[in-house]
C-alpha cells in the first residue's frame, strides 16, 4: 500500500506541474509550422509572439506582436515579450540568436522538421509542453491512420514515376528523406529525386530531362504560370500527356494536417484532383 500511494502522489504531483506549466505558457513561436500547431491544438492563447511569416499565413495569429522575419528575428522583441519558451527550427542562421536566449535563461525547444517522424514529434512535443497533449495524440493518431490507409491503397497498383517541384529557377525538388517524400511514397509515387541524399536538392534541367517524370508536381509560385513554364519541353512525359499538376503551397508545409495534404496529394496522383 505505502508504494502504491507513493505513485498515486507522484502522479498527482506530475500531473499538477504540467497544469502549471501549460497555466503559464508564454510562447513565442519563430516557425510558420510551430505556430499552426499550436493553432491546430487549440493552444493560439499561449502565443505572446509569432514570426512575420506565421502572422500572414495564419489569420488567428495575426494581431500577435510579430518578432522579425524567420532568419532574422529581434532579440529585443522577443525579450520584451517574456516568453517562458522560444519554439523553433534549428537552423545555422538561427544558433546565434538562440545561444543569446539560452544565456538570458529562456528556454528554447528547437523541434526539426525535415522528416514525418519530425512532424509528428514536433505535434507531440508542443502538445504536452501547453497542456494540449491529448489534443496532440488525436492529431498524431489521425495522421499515422491516414498514412496507413493511403499506403494499403498505393499497394495495390503501380506506382506513378514523379517529380514534386518547390522552386522552378533555379529548379528545386524534393529529395530523400523529407516529410514530402514519404508523402509521395504513401500517395503510391516513385519519387524520382529520391536518389539524392539532401531532402530539398538543388537539381538542374539537364537531370529532369534525364529522369523523365510521367507527373511533375507542381508546387512553386506562382502557380499560375506553372503549366505555361513547363509547356517550354514538350518531350518530357508528364508535358506529353498533361500531367502537370498544381499543387496548393500550403500542402508543403510541415504542419498538424498532414493527413489532409496528404489526401490532397494522393488525388493528384491518382490523377483525380481538380487543378489538371
Same mark, same amino acid.
Given at each position: 500500500?505505502?508504494?502504491?500511494?507513493?505513485?498515486?502522489?507522484?502522479?498527482?504531483?506530475?500531473?499538477?506541474?504540467?497544469?502549471?506549466?501549460?497555466?503559464?505558457?508564454?510562447?513565442?513561436?519563430?516557425?510558420?509550422?510551430?505556430?499552426?500547431?499550436? $493553432?491546430?491544438?487549440?493552444?493560439?492563447?499561449? #502565443?505572446?509572439?509569432?514570426?512575420?511569416?506565421?502572422?500572414?499565413?495564419?489569420?488567428?495569429?495575426?494581431?500577435?506582436?510579430?518578432?522579425?522575419?524567420?532568419?532574422?528575428?529581434?532579440?529585443?522583441?522577443?525579450?520584451?515579450?517574456?516568453?517562458?519558451? $522560444?519554439?523553433?527550427?534549428?537552423?545555422?542562421?538561427?544558433?546565434?540568436?538562440?545561444?543569446?536566449?539560452?544565456?538570458?535563461?529562456?528556454?528554447?525547444? +528547437?523541434?526539426?522538421?525535415?522528416?514525418?517522424?519530425?512532424?509528428?514529434?514536433?505535434?507531440?512535443?508542443?502538445?504536452?509542453?501547453?497542456?494540449?497533449?491529448?489534443?496532440?495524440?488525436?492529431?498524431?493518431?489521425?495522421?499515422?491512420?491516414?498514412?496507413?490507409?493511403?499506403?494499403?491503397?498505393?499497394?495495390?497498383?503501380?506506382?506513378?514515376?514523379?517529380?514534386?517541384?518547390?522552386?522552378?529557377?533555379?529548379?528545386?525538388?524534393?529529395?530523400?528523406?523529407?516529410?514530402?517524400?514519404?508523402?509521395?511514397?504513401?500517395?503510391?509515387?516513385?519519387? #524520382?529525386?529520391?536518389?539524392?541524399?539532401?531532402?530539398?536538392?538543388?537539381?538542374?534541367?539537364?537531370?529532369? $530531362?534525364?529522369?523523365?517524370?510521367?507527373?511533375?508536381?507542381?508546387?512553386?509560385?506562382? +502557380?499560375?504560370?506553372?503549366?505555361?513554364?513547363?509547356?517550354?519541353?514538350?518531350?518530357?512525359?508528364?508535358?506529353?500527356?498533361?500531367?502537370?499538376?498544381?499543387?496548393?503551397?500550403?500542402?508543403?508545409?510541415?504542419?498538424?494536417?498532414?493527413?489532409?495534404?496528404?489526401?490532397?496529394?494522393?488525388?493528384?496522383?491518382?490523377?483525380?484532383?481538380?487543378?489538371?
Amino acid at each position: 500500500m505505502p508504494a502504491r500511494r507513493a505513485t498515486i502522489c507522484l502522479t498527482l504531483a506530475l500531473a499538477l506541474a504540467a497544469r502549471a506549466r501549460s497555466e503559464t505558457a508564454r510562447v513565442v513561436t519563430l516557425s510558420p509550422s510551430l505556430t499552426a500547431i499550436l $493553432v491546430a491544438l487549440d493552444a493560439q492563447a499561449s #502565443l505572446v509572439g509569432v514570426d512575420e511569416v506565421s502572422a500572414q499565413v495564419e489569420p488567428r495569429v495575426r494581431t500577435l506582436p510579430r518578432v522579425g522575419g524567420l532568419f532574422n528575428p529581434s532579440l529585443e522583441a522577443i525579450v520584451a515579450l517574456q516568453p517562458s519558451l $522560444v519554439a523553433l527550427v534549428p537552423s545555422a542562421q538561427q544558433r546565434e540568436l538562440r545561444e543569446r536566449l539560452e544565456a538570458l535563461g529562456i528556454e528554447v525547444l +528547437a523541434l526539426r522538421n525535415i522528416s514525418y517522424e519530425d512532424v509528428l514529434r514536433s505535434i507531440s512535443v508542443l502538445g504536452e509542453r501547453v497542456g494540449r497533449g491529448a489534443a496532440a495524440r488525436a492529431r498524431e493518431d489521425a495522421i499515422r491512420a491516414a498514412w496507413r490507409d493511403a499506403r494499403a491503397q498505393a499497394g495495390r497498383g503501380p506506382r506513378v514515376r514523379a517529380v514534386l517541384v518547390l522552386q522552378r529557377e533555379p529548379l528545386y525538388v524534393v529529395g530523400r528523406g523529407s516529410f514530402l517524400d514519404a508523402m509521395l511514397e504513401a500517395a503510391g509515387a516513385e519519387n #524520382l529525386a529520391s536518389s539524392f541524399a539532401d531532402p530539398y536538392p538543388r537539381v538542374s534541367l539537364e537531370w529532369l $530531362v534525364a529522369a523523365a517524370p510521367d507527373l511533375i508536381l507542381d508546387a512553386a509560385d506562382p +502557380a499560375a504560370e506553372a503549366k505555361s513554364h513547363w509547356a517550354h519541353w514538350p518531350s518530357l512525359p508528364a508535358v506529353a500527356r498533361g500531367r502537370i499538376e498544381v499543387l496548393d503551397r500550403a500542402l508543403t508545409i510541415p504542419g498538424p494536417y498532414l493527413d489532409r495534404s496528404l489526401a490532397a496529394l494522393t488525388a493528384r496522383v491518382r490523377g483525380s484532383g481538380t487543378a489538371r
